[in-house]
């Protein structure tokens, strides 16, 4: 053999070699979050305004990202979204995520990203003859994202646990009719409906609390003891291992949207009423985001105790260790429960 032949051999092979070797997989170019309704949501909000997660990637070199932020009405519906891969991101109540958790461990690995608030879920009803959730009849009907599985659906299963006896958690479950919150706010205050009370959180709580004949029965403070995790924001573990540069633009972009927050809350309801067209006054929003009960951050509150409850009463098979099982590593620095 030639010493040319022996050289056009290896450069083959060099190039065979360069072909068959696997190429980097590059990150997703489009990310889609989806939110809900109400100032729950206020920090994805802010997120999509300022476009914070365009503004995080470019910063950790992905360059241009392409950000949608589809609404939907519940936890559940976006936890169909999401395994079968229609959304990267999604957020809603306790509830969802646990029970989200518990069923890809094995496999998705489905984890909260982190929390987005602390704020109390609220039971409003117009029924003067309900005093207390052991009042309730046949007769009413409670309107709340998603049966059995919204943060509402699981506070009201705690709340029937204290009131009836563990073994009755589920005696008001057949009363709950699933509707999003604006849908709830217009069938209580409308008085025509059959749904005379609503689980819901601000300001739609608050908006119905300053209606006449209507009052509060419960909040979620009051079962649990305390403020509790209201709102996360959670995504597959393949997302995370496959796309680690966004999935830190989109952490770096809660944590930025947060901090916008906090630092000037009328800044944040105006935002919040332009975003939504909400007519209500600016003012009176203003009012409930300075409320000490409603906290902007990214710290998991109660979240364990909620799992315990949930695992339980069979929800799910399997109880968590610590808060943290449920989230990514990334926030395992917060002083979270």
Same mark, same amino acid.
């Given at each position: 053999?030639?010493?040319?032949?022996?050289?056009?051999?290896?450069?083959?092979?060099?190039?065979?070699?360069?072909?068959?070797?696997?190429?980097?997989?590059?990150?997703?170019?489009?990310?889609?979050?989806?939110?809900?309704?109400?100032?729950?949501? $206020?920090?994805?909000?802010?997120?999509?305004?300022?476009?914070?997660?365009?503004?995080?990637?470019?910063?950790?070199?992905?360059?241009?990202?392409?950000?949608?932020?589809?609404?939907?009405?519940?936890?559940?519906?976006?936890? *169909?979204? $999401? $395994?079968?891969?229609?959304?990267?991101?999604?957020?809603?109540?306790?509830?969802?995520?646990?029970?989200?958790?518990?069923?890809?461990?094995?496999?998705?690995?489905?984890?909260?990203?982190?929390?987005?608030?602390?704020?109390?879920?609220? $039971?409003?009803?117009?029924?003067?003859?309900?005093?207390?959730?052991?009042?309730?009849?046949?007769?009413?009907?409670?309107?709340?994202?998603?049966?059995?599985?919204?943060?509402?659906?699981?506070?009201?299963?705690?709340?029937?646990?204290?009131?009836?006896?563990?073994?009755?958690?589920?005696?008001?479950?057949?009363?709950?009719?699933?509707?999003?919150?604006?849908?709830?706010?217009?069938?209580?205050?409308?008085?025509?409906?059959?749904?005379?009370?609503?689980?819901?959180?601000?300001?739609?709580?608050?908006?119905?609390?300053?209606?006449?004949?209507?009052?509060?029965?419960?909040?979620?403070?009051?079962?649990?003891?305390?403020?509790?995790?209201?709102?996360?924001?959670?995504?597959?573990?393949?997302?995370?291992?496959?796309?680690?540069?966004?999935?830190?633009?989109?952490?770096?972009?809660?944590?930025?949207?947060?901090?916008?927050?906090?630092?000037?809350?009328?800044?944040?309801?105006?935002?919040?009423?332009?975003?939504?067209?909400?007519?209500?006054?600016?003012?009176?929003?203003?009012?409930?985001?300075?409320?000490?009960?409603?906290?902007?951050?990214?710290?998991?509150?109660?979240?364990?105790?909620?799992?315990?409850?949930?695992?339980?009463?069979?929800?799910?098979?399997?109880?968590? *260790?610590?808060?943290?099982?449920?989230?990514?590593?990334?926030?395992?620095?917060?002083?979270?429960?």
């Amino acid at each position: 053999m030639t010493a040319k032949f022996l050289a056009a051999c290896a450069a083959l092979i060099a190039a065979t070699m360069i072909c068959a070797a696997p190429s980097a997989r590059a990150e997703v170019t489009e990310i889609r979050i989806a939110q809900q309704y109400g100032i729950n949501y $206020l920090t994805l909000m802010v997120m999509e305004d300022r476009k914070l997660v365009e503004a995080a990637a470019k910063r950790m070199g992905l360059g241009d990202v392409t950000v949608s932020w589809p609404k939907m009405s519940s936890g559940a519906a976006m936890n *169909d979204a $999401l $395994l079968s891969g229609n959304l990267e991101v999604a957020s809603g109540g306790v509830g969802p995520i646990v029970l989200l958790w518990a069923k890809t461990r094995d496999g998705l690995g489905v984890r909260a990203i982190a929390a987005l608030n602390s704020m109390p879920v609220v $039971l409003n009803t117009r029924n003067p003859a309900i005093r207390s959730i052991k009042d309730f009849t046949s007769a009413d009907k409670i309107a709340l994202p998603a049966v059995k599985v919204s943060i509402q659906a699981v506070t009201l299963q705690m709340a029937a646990a204290q009131a009836f006896g563990p073994a009755n958690y589920n005696k008001l479950d057949s009363l709950t009719v699933a509707m999003s919150h604006p849908d709830g706010m217009i069938a209580l205050v409308g008085g025509q409906s059959e749904v005379n009370s609503h689980f819901t959180g601000p300001p739609f709580s608050e908006l119905e609390a300053q209606k006449p004949g209507i009052h509060t029965v419960l909040s979620s403070y009051d079962v649990l003891g305390g403020k509790t995790t209201s709102t996360l924001a959670w995504c597959t573990s393949k997302f995370r291992q496959d796309n680690p540069k966004a999935f830190a633009a989109i952490l770096a972009a809660i944590k930025d949207a947060t901090d916008i927050i906090n630092a000037d809350k009328a800044a944040a309801a105006a935002l919040y009423l332009r975003m939504t067209g909400n007519k209500q006054s600016i003012d009176s929003l203003r009012a409930i985001l300075a409320d000490p009960d409603i906290e902007y951050t990214l710290t998991p509150q109660k979240i364990k105790q909620y799992a315990d409850f949930m695992q339980q009463v069979g929800s799910i098979k399997v109880k968590p *260790d610590s808060w943290k099982d449920l989230f990514f590593p990334e926030i395992y620095d917060l002083h979270g429960s």
